[in-house]
């Protein structure tokens, strides 16, 4: 099974990090994980991903540069340094994994953690 646990949600202001993590508990082999983040009123939105084998990322125009993502393979965890925040970085992000090599896309994603509230204030 796969069960992901995030956590280091919090209020900052404009221009201040935050640091996201996810910690897999179960025992299931995932190819790649990945972060999302939803803000009211807007639809689901890719974050960055990180494949297990060889590090390989992928990060979409709007955090390029001020994102990073990363994992520890031993502890089976991922994290999201989020650096530069802006207001418009306010949403709820959610860890999630994927057992395909297509990790650039959401809709392959078919295991989430609960997601953990990130509020930028200006």
């Known amino acids: 099974q796969v069960q992901l646990v995030e956590s280091g949600g919090g209020l900052v202001q404009a221009g201040g990090s935050l640091r996201l993590s996810c910690a897999n508990s179960?025992?299931?082999?995932?190819?790649?994980m990945g972060w999302f983040r939803q803000a009211p009123g807007k639809e689901r939105e890719f974050v960055a991903a990180?494949?297990?084998?060889?590090?390989?990322?992928y990060y979409p125009d709007s955090v390029k540069g001020r994102f990073t993502i990363s994992r520890v393979n031993a502890k089976n965890t991922v994290y999201l340094q989020m650096n530069s925040l802006k207001p418009g970085d306010t949403a709820v992000y959610y860890c999630a994994a994927t057992s395909s090599t297509d990790y650039r896309s959401g809709i392959r994603y078919n295991y989430w953690g609960q997601g953990t509230q990130v509020t930028v204030s200006s």
């Open positions: 179960g025992r299931t082999f995932t190819y790649a």
């Open positions: 990180i494949t297990w084998d060889f590090g390989w990322t």
